[in-house]
């Protein structure tokens, strides 16, 4: 596949070629959610790259302008999100955070309640999710074209910079922080913004509508039929197609980000306490109202591995997960079995 002491690297979200694939993939699944339309009504359906991804929203009304206008709203209210939690633009909270020397620092409060969800998800997966480990992302190199393989040493540098080991909530917007401590919110903010997105729909009027970021799904007023993404197979969907009705899916899979050294995959879904990419799972497809929630489970059990990662959501209330293993075999969590298509016909 490549030379042994060549990288290979593959990214969608980073080349031209990479783009032309999503497009393509997302038209394949809109083919299916477009195929639940009713005939009565028009879809009005608009994408944009946003979030480091394609965003696309439909929506059903008889009139296109002011569909235009509604869909540019909910587009906005994602701009406005994907801002506030960048961690590499200056303006940002986020960016202003992870580089302020001050130990204790007031977040604006739509961020500090971010992270007391993220805390939570962090407590119930045994600390295998956690949004505190920019500086790890950072050595491996994901916020670039050329991610690299890093050395030990400075795994194990980075990975004592990361964890919650070093952030303390102190409530009203407060947060005690070491001074190397950085936050990346990218394992949950798309999937916030898809919520929010959601929220501006619902008050202007719209009754039925979705909002696909890049896997992350939102969607109401009737039932939509959504594909995931084989995670292997980059033209194609999974066989099974999921039905969903104000009720939100969210993938996380070792394809969207990676690269490759003699023949290895290294993608972007990091152990927080190995400071490796996690491995024995190819995707995770987590159904949850909350996208926000979904989007964060999706890493955790991604990160957590086959048994535990279910066991995790056995025991969690309206949650469901589909994980594909390393080998390519499904596995269902008790009641996901209601959201494929093909058991309601």
């Known amino acids: 596949m490549i030379d042994s002491n060549k990288v290979k690297v593959f990214s969608r979200r980073k080349e031209i070629l990479g783009w032309s694939l999503a497009l393509f993939v997302l038209f394949i699944i809109g083919f299916f959610i477009a195929r639940n ?6 879809i009005v359906k608009r994408t944009k ?4 991804t394609i965003v696309e929203i439909q929506i059903e009304s008889n009139n296109e302008i002011e569909a235009d206008k509604t869909i540019e709203k909910a587009f906005a209210e994602i701009r406005r999100i994907d801002e506030l939690f960048s961690t590499y633009k200056e303006t940002s909270p986020v960016f202003k955070f992870n580089n302020s020397p001050d130990s204790i620092i007031k977040l604006d409060t739509e961020i500090y309640d971010l992270m007391v969800l993220a805390d939570s998800i962090t407590k119930i997966s045994n600390h295998l999710f956690d949004v505190s480990i920019d500086n790890l992302m950072r050595v491996w190199g994901f916020y670039s074209d050329k991610p690299v393989l890093p050395n030990r040493v400075d795994i194990e540098s980075a990975l004592e910079k ?10 009203t917007g407060l947060v005690k922080k070491k001074k190397s401590a950085a936050l990346n919110f990218g394992a949950i903010a798309k999937g916030y913004a898809v919520d929010k997105a959601i929220e501006v729909l619902r008050e202007s009027g719209i009754k039925k509508a979705l909002v696909n970021a890049g896997g992350e799904v ?17 033209y194609e969907i999974i066989e099974e197609v999921v039905t969903i009705w104000n009720n939100s899916i969210a993938t996380s899979g070792d394809y969207e980000q990676y690269f490759e050294v003699d023949e290895k995959r290294y993608h972007h879904i990091l152990n927080p306490k190995t400071g490796f990419p996690s491995s024995g799972i190819q995707s995770v497809s987590i159904i949850n109202k909350s996208n926000a929630i979904a989007d964060a ?7 957590m591995g086959v048994k535990d990662g279910m066991n995790l959501i ?3 209330n309206d949650t469901e997960a ?9 596995f269902y969590s008790s009641n996901f079995r209601k959201f494929l298509l093909s058991e309601n016909q």
């Open 49 to 52: 790259i946003l979030l480091g």
């Open 162 to 171: 990361s964890g919650w080991k070093n952030l303390e909530l102190l409530g």
């Open 297 to 303: 489970l999706a890493t955790a059990v991604f990160v």
């Open 218 to 234: 939102k969607a109401y007023g009737k039932k939509w039929n959504v594909g995931i993404q084989h995670p292997r197979e980059v």
């Open 322 to 330: 589909m994980i594909i293993n390393e080998k390519g075999e499904i």
């Open 314 to 316: 056995e025991n969690l």
């Open 37 to 42: 339309a009713d005939v009565e009504n028009k």
